[in-house]
Nanobody
Framework: QVQLVDGGGGLVQAGGSLRLSCEAS????????MGWFRRSPGKEREIVAF????????RYADFVKDRFTISRDNAKNTVSLQMNSLKPEDTAVYYC??????????????????WGQGTQVTVSS
């Protein structure tokens, strides 16, 4: 069973940066594709970024392209999300998620079988 521990959130002013991290245990990390999702107040959880097991295939939601970067370190069992040029609308609880990599891009939360506890990101205007 996979355990994910995510963190790195906080309060930041618009235009600022944060780096979220997620550490995995309990399963071979390099077998998994990883995703970052977020849930904003009043909204459903949505995909932010995806990375396959190799780290070579990355996908981003349109609303974060060119601002956020997902990366992973298979030797350390970690996945990160570098968030730059943050906007107030990025305020949300962010979650890392894992699923067995099947070679396809997965953006639906039901496709993931493990989740971090979530970390709050608040961007003030």
């Amino acid at each position: 069973q996979v355990q994910l521990v995510d963190g790195g959130g906080g309060l930041v002013q618009a235009g600022g940066s944060l780096r979220l991290s997620c550490e995995a245990s309990g399963r071979t990390f390099s077998d998994d594709a990883m995703g970052w999702f977020r849930r904003s107040p009043g909204k459903e959880r949505e995909i932010v970024a995806f990375i396959d097991w190799t780290g070579l295939n990355k996908r981003y939601a349109d609303f974060v392209k060119d601002r956020f970067t997902i990366s992973r370190d298979n030797a350390k069992n970690t996945v990160s999300l570098q968030m730059n040029s943050l906007k107030p609308e990025d305020t949300a609880v962010y979650y890392c998620a894992a699923r067995r990599d099947d070679g396809t891009y997965r953006y639906i939360e039901d496709d993931y079988d493990a989740w971090g506890q979530g970390t709050q990101v608040t961007v003030s205007s």
